[in-house]
Every structure is written in structure tokens, then in C-alpha cells.
């Protein structure tokens, strides 16, 4: 099984040339495109061998772990272990009209929460997460103590011509809806200075299903959100559809987003999986809107001791976490919105 990036997607023209090889940090200007625009696109913050290949050496092995369980349960017909990554979870997922997408990520989800719920927390992810170079761009828009918010995910996302369907037809995994990040915590995180990191493991090409971003609206605050299948959604009224550019990346590019930002994906048209992590970060100490999850101190140039440099340490916190929430269930919801609101009518 190739655990390369041409496996199963595009080949990158970029051949790993880093941005910098230590401690410079967003420029001022970049600071400043961040903070007018609502969002930044750093080109090669990531080495894509050195830092992108290792998580999917790992998770190569999360899909094989999976393909065998299924098959010992019958479930599948063979395991496909000649399958390149991409191609081997499409096959998975057609054949068992699932998706899957919880046995690869690394934070549980907001409701039915169980002892052996599916999650993935090994040392390659936990190593991206408090990569020195990120955490130097994140310093420069939050300043130097930097805590790793938990709401944090690995997205697979299949193409639409080969989607996974639930009774009603719906595409199980289609392209993420209009939302703002703020709008999916808590309202006791609204003050705290939330910042996503958006990356792609491979090439993310507009027909792969990039980003795309409505420049220049956080002034607007929190849109009404309405529940959607799958999540929640600003109504199109509410938005400026009109202004929506598409972010296409190379795999070692990043795109910083404000909290506020008006953001969804496209469609994925290609014919392999696209492959994205996004994380989050908050200044240490406030609220970080999911509080039943665990976060950590990612870098404190204050209290270094604080810092959390342990990987089996990070994956006992989400255990821990998942046993207690699984015995004792959250009494309300993640996330604020009832459809209630005449604009969801």
C-alpha cells in the first residue's frame, strides 16, 4: 500500500521547500491581510515530506486496522490492501454504505458519545498540531500563549460521483455548508479569539473541493446559523454570495481563518479523496466553546513548563474524556442553534 502523496490524488508541484526554517513567524503585512481580509493563505508553512508524509504513514495504518476488522466481520469482501489510500476508502465506504469518517479523527463527536467510540489521536497528528513553524504564525496573530483548542478534525471527503447516500438519498459527505467557526461553539467561547488553520494532507485544486471564503465580513459578527442535515448553515439571505472566492492550496500551504469568516467547501468533482486537517488555537485561558473536550497549552513563552511535549499524555486526555463522557452525558448541546429562528423558516 503507497503511502505517497500521488496516491490516490494529484501530484503537487511544490517538492518541499518550507517557508522558513525557524522562528520568523507571519510577516506584518500578513498580519495585516489576516486581520482587514478575515483570512490569509500561507504558501509552504509545511515541509510536505517532513511534516505531511508521516501523518499519512499513520494513517495508512488507521485505514488498514479498520479494513481488517470489517472484513473479519464480514462486512467488506477483501480488505483491498493493493488499493492506494484514497482508493482503498472509497471502496470501503461504497461497499459498506458507510463512511467511516470517526475512525480518523481526532476529536469525538457532539452527541452519542460511547466507551469504544472510534478515535484517532497517535504522535504523528499530535506532532502537527504543536509544529514549531504553526505555532510561530499563530503567535504572531495571538500572541505567545497559545492553547490548542479541541474542536480540531481530519475531513475525507469522497467525490460526489462516488458518494456514500443515507435512505433519504442524501450525499452523506458532501461539500461543508456556508457556517462561520464561531458558529458551531458555544456562546461562552464569543469573546475568545478563536483562530482555524486550515491544511490539506494533498493537493486541494478547486475540482477537488477547496475552500472558499467571503473576504471581509467579520465586522458583520455571528450570522444566524439554521440546522441543516449534517450540521448547521447561514441561510443564503443572510450572506455575500456574490463576493465568494475559492482558495485552491498545494499540499504544504495553509489558510488562516478568522473565527468570523464566512467560509464552505465546493464540490469535490475529482475522482479521489480530499484530504484536509483543521485545527484550532486560542489565547491560554479563555473559554475554548466545547469545555467537555480537552485542549492543551501548546506553547507559553510565560510558563514553558505548562506546555504539554507529550503525545501518549494528549491521547490519554481524549480517552479519559471519552469514558467520562460516555457514562456521563453532555446535558446540552454543542452548538446553539434550535431552527427556531425565523430565518431558518
Same mark, same amino acid.
Given at each position: $500500500?503507497?503511502?505517497?502523496?500521488? #496516491? ?10 518550507? &517557508?522558513?526554517? /525557524? +522562528?520568523? /513567524?507571519?510577516?506584518?503585512?500578513? /498580519? ?5 481580509? +478575515?483570512?490569509? =493563505? ?8 517532513? %511534516? ?31 488499493? @492506494? ?12 454504505? &458507510? ?12 452527541? !452519542? ?7 484517532? =489521536? ?31 478534525? =481530519? ?10 447516500? %443515507?435512505?433519504?438519498?442524501? @450525499? ?8 462561520? %467557526? !464561531? ?9 475568545? @479569539? ?9 493537493? =486541494? ?13 467579520? #465586522? ?10 449534517? +450540521? ?11 463576493? #465568494? ?5 498545494? &499540499?504544504?500551504?495553509?489558510?488562516? $481563518? ?23 488555537? @486560542? ?7 466545547? +469545555? ?8 507559553? &513563552? ?7 511535549? %507529550? ?9 479519559? #474524556?471519552?469514558? $467520562? ?9 454543542? !452548538?446553539?442553534?434550535? /431552527?427556531? !429562528?425565523?430565518?431558518?423558516?
Amino acid at each position: $500500500m503507497t503511502s505517497t502523496p500521488t #496516491a490516490g490524488a494529484p501530484p503537487s508541484s511544490r517538492l518541499g521547500c518550507p &517557508r522558513t526554517e /525557524g +522562528g520568523a /513567524g507571519l510577516t506584518s503585512a500578513e /498580519g495585516e491581510r489576516f486581520h482587514n481580509e +478575515g483570512y490569509l =493563505v500561507v504558501p509552504g508553512l509545511f515541509d510536505p515530506q517532513a %511534516d505531511l508524509d508521516p501523518i499519512i504513514e499513520e494513517y495508512d495504518g488507521v485505514l488498514d486496522r479498520l479494513a481488517t476488522e470489517l472484513l473479519a466481520k464480514g462486512e467488506i469482501r477483501s480488505s483491498y490492501p493493493e488499493l @492506494n489510500f484514497s482508493e482503498r476508502l472509497i471502496r470501503i465506504s461504497q461497499e459498506t454504505q &458507510r463512511l467511516h469518517s470517526q475512525a480518523f479523527d481526532f476529536s469525538l463527536p457532539q452527541k !452519542n458519545i460511547r466507551a469504544d467510540t472510534p478515535i484517532w =489521536v497517535g504522535p504523528a497528528v499530535f506532532k502537527i498540531i504543536r509544529h514549531p513553524r504553526l505555532l510561530d504564525a499563530v503567535e504572531s496573530l495571538l500572541g505567545p500563549e497559545i492553547y490548542s483548542n479541541p474542536v480540531q478534525h =481530519v475531513r475525507l471527503k469522497l467525490p460526489e460521483n462516488r458518494a456514500v447516500f %443515507d435512505p433519504q438519498g442524501r @450525499n452523506l459527505d458532501g461539500a461543508t455548508v456556508w457556517h462561520q %467557526d !464561531n458558529g458551531v461553539i458555544l456562546p461562552e467561547a464569543d469573546s475568545t @479569539n478563536i483562530l482555524t488553520i486550515w491544511f490539506p494532507l494533498w493537493d =486541494v485544486p478547486i475540482e477537488s473541493g477547496c475552500l472558499q471564503v467571503i473576504p471581509r465580513n467579520t #465586522a458583520r459578527g455571528l450570522r444566524d446559523h439554521c440546522p441543516v442535515h449534517g +450540521g448547521v448553515s447561514i441561510p443564503d439571505p443572510l450572506l455575500e454570495l456574490d463576493q #465568494a472566492i475559492p482558495i485552491p492550496l498545494q &499540499r504544504g500551504d495553509a489558510l488562516f $481563518m478568522h473565527r468570523l469568516t464566512c467560509h464552505a467547501s465546493l464540490p469535490n468533482r475529482s475522482d479521489s479523496v480530499r484530504w484536509s486537517f483543521d485545527l484550532r488555537y @486560542n489565547p491560554i485561558g479563555q473559554a475554548t466553546g466545547r +469545555g467537555a473536550f480537552p485542549g492543551f497549552v501548546a506553547r507559553s &513563552r510565560a510558563r514553558p513548563e505548562t506546555e504539554l511535549h %507529550d503525545a501518549e499524555r494528549w491521547a490519554e486526555l481524549w480517552h479519559e #474524556a471519552r469514558q $467520562m463522557l460516555a457514562q456521563q452525558p453532555v446535558l446540552r448541546p454543542f !452548538n446553539r442553534w434550535d /431552527g427556531k !429562528n425565523p430565518t431558518c423558516a
